[in-house]
Every structure is written in C-alpha cells, then in structure tokens.
C-alpha cells in the first residue's frame, strides 16, 4: 500500500460506510459500480463456504480480499493492486486481484481475522445496496399502457420520485459499519 499525498474526504453518502477495526481504527469503504460489485459477489457466492477452518478460510481469503478490495476508501492508505477493468474480467483476474489486495494486507501486518473482520460487513453492505437498488427498479414504472393495450415512452410524464436510500449498519463485537 502505499501513503496517499492527500486523505480522501469521505463523503456523508449511503455509498460509504466504516469499519471500525481494533485496534487499527476506521477503514472507509464505498459502494463499488454495479459491475464490480456484481463480479465480486459472484466471485464470494461461487466458493462453497460449508467448511469454516482456518485452512479452508485461508483458502477462500482471495475471495474476502477481492469484496475488500473493490470496496476500499482508505483515507490515508491507496492499494496498489490495480482493479482488474474491461468488459470481461474472469474469475481468475478477480482471484489474482484478491492475492494481491491479500498480499498487501498481509504485509501490513493484518490477519486472516482481520481481512474477515473487514470483509463481513462489507459483504452485508454491498448485498443491502444492490437489494435497495433492486427494490427500486421493481418499482419504478418508465413507460404507460395506452388505451389499445400498447406501451408507449413516457414523453412528458414526470420523473419518479425518490427516496432515500435507508442506512447500512452492522456491529459485531469488533466491527462497525455504517453511511
């Protein structure tokens, strides 16, 4: 990782939370684009998660370290693994982002508890998010029925209207979470 000349600001947005990890303090993350969130629950929910060794969670710390990772906002701190871009990012790029983002954490001194304790919420996070964003999709209606039984575009209809995005918060013992 390396130091960033100038701290973020974190915006006061339901895009970003903390996570208050003791003893090392607040870590801030945001809401990634949707295809990036997309791609790296997909990459969590493809790994069977039945087994919860040590090894077997050291196996699967990629996978935390990749959710971690595409979520960071750091104030201080700027990963240096690069997010995997383009169109068609495979599991295998997302995998070896992971490593990276694990390898990173790892010499900083963090733990597998650690990565878990940041990767736990950040998972709650970004799953309440894109349900919000489903919610709203469900109801919003972009187009009319016309007399006939048509559709037709809605020229001249009023936008629909918001509303806030209702707040993410999670607490364990050593974790918080929230915008």
Same mark, same amino acid.
């Given at each position: 990782?390396?130091? #960033?000349?100038?701290? +973020? ?8 939370? /903390?996570? =208050?990890? $003791? ?51 750091? #104030?201080?701190?700027? +990963? ?8 068609? /990012?495979? =599991?295998? $790029? ?69 509303? $806030? ?15």
């Amino acid at each position: 990782m390396k130091p #960033r000349e100038t701290p +973020l600001t974190v915006p006061d947005s339901p895009r970003y939370w /903390v996570v =208050d990890l $003791a003893p090392r303090g607040a870590h801030h993350f945001r809401f990634p684009t949707f295809s990036r969130a997309s791609r790296v629950l997909r990459l969590v929910t493809d790994h069977r998660w039945e087994e919860q060794t040590a090894t077997a969670m050291g196996e699967k710390a990629p996978a935390l370290a990749a959710v971690v990772g595409a979520c960071w906002f750091n #104030r201080g701190l700027a +990963l240096d693994a690069d997010y995997p871009t383009g169109p068609n /990012v495979s =599991d295998e $790029a997302l995998w070896a982002y992971g490593e990276a983002v694990c390898d990173e954490l790892i010499d900083l001194g963090y733990s597998l508890i650690d990565l878990s304790d940041l990767f736990a919420p950040t998972l709650v996070a970004m799953q309440e998010r894109l349900l919000v964003i489903s919610r709203a999709q469900d109801r919003a209606d972009f187009s009319s029925t016309d007399t006939d039984g048509g559709v037709t575009g809605t020229e001249g209809a009023s936008p629909p209207t918001t509303q $806030a995005v209702p707040a993410v918060s999670t607490s364990s013992p050593q974790t918080s979470a929230s915008p």
